[in-house]
């Protein structure tokens, strides 16, 4: 005879856990806020993948790939950076590290070919700089502008979002 004293308890992380003294099918509290906190940050990256879809051409992959690419480049100035250099786009655009298609392709799990492809419509656009050796760089006018949207309206919406699943999880 099942011991319903303690149900095991499966929730939307795949998890199952013994809870005492609960009703089988009740959640626990942890469970409850995890799943609040998964439907906030559903709605902010759901919010967030809309606008990267439509600002780039409604193509889902230019985006990951320039953030790739901004990410290689930028890795150098992770540690040890203050913040000012930001404001100093040319002493910024010499510090970066160069990366190339290959290195792309084989951080995103993309093939080569369509990594060559998206990288020729971004330089297109102006937003990465492709050297006759093949090193990749963000464009000043693309760390301006992605900048300049990061400060002002994505990590806005992230640091609120952050706040209600804190206000949330002391509640």
């Given at each position: 005879?099942?011991?319903?004293?303690?149900?095991?308890?499966?929730?939307?992380?795949?998890?199952?856990?013994?809870a005492?003294?609960?009703?089988?099918?009740?959640?626990?509290?942890?469970?409850?806020?995890l799943?609040?906190?998964?439907?906030?940050?559903?709605?902010y990256?759901?919010?967030?993948?809309?606008?990267?879809?439509?600002?780039?051409?409604r193509?889902?992959?230019?985006?990951?790939?320039l953030?790739?690419i901004?990410?290689?480049?930028l890795?150098?100035?992770?540690?040890g950076?203050?913040?000012?250099?930001?404001?100093?786009m040319?002493?910024?655009?010499?510090?970066?590290?160069?990366?190339?298609?290959?290195?792309?392709?084989?951080a995103?799990?993309?093939?080569?070919?369509?990594?060559?492809?998206?990288?020729?419509?971004?330089?297109?656009?102006?937003?990465?700089?492709?050297?006759?050796?093949?090193?990749?760089?963000?464009?000043?006018?693309?760390?301006?502008?992605?900048?300049?949207?990061?400060?002002?309206?994505?990590?806005?919406e992230?640091?609120?979002?952050?706040?209600?699943?804190?206000?949330?999880?002391?509640?």
């Amino acid at each position: 005879m099942p011991n319903n004293e303690n149900p095991r308890i499966n929730y939307s992380m795949g998890k199952s856990y013994t809870a005492p003294n609960m009703r089988p099918g009740t959640l626990d509290p942890g469970a409850k806020i995890l799943r609040a906190a998964a439907v906030l940050l559903a709605r902010y990256q759901i919010r967030s993948l809309r606008r990267l879809f439509e600002e780039f051409e409604r193509d889902i992959l230019l985006p990951i790939l320039l953030g790739e690419i901004a990410l290689h480049n930028l890795g150098a100035l992770e540690n040890g950076v203050n913040a000012g250099i930001f404001d100093d786009m040319p002493s910024l655009m010499v510090k970066l590290r160069p990366c190339n298609a290959y290195s792309i392709a084989a951080a995103t799990g993309l093939p080569r070919e369509t990594v060559r492809r998206k990288i020729a419509r971004l330089a297109e656009l102006g937003w990465i700089m492709r050297q006759d050796n093949g090193h990749l760089f963000l464009t000043e006018q693309a760390v301006q502008h992605f900048g300049d949207l990061l400060g002002s309206r994505d990590l806005p919406e992230l640091l609120e979002t952050a706040d209600r699943l804190r206000r949330f999880i002391e509640d």
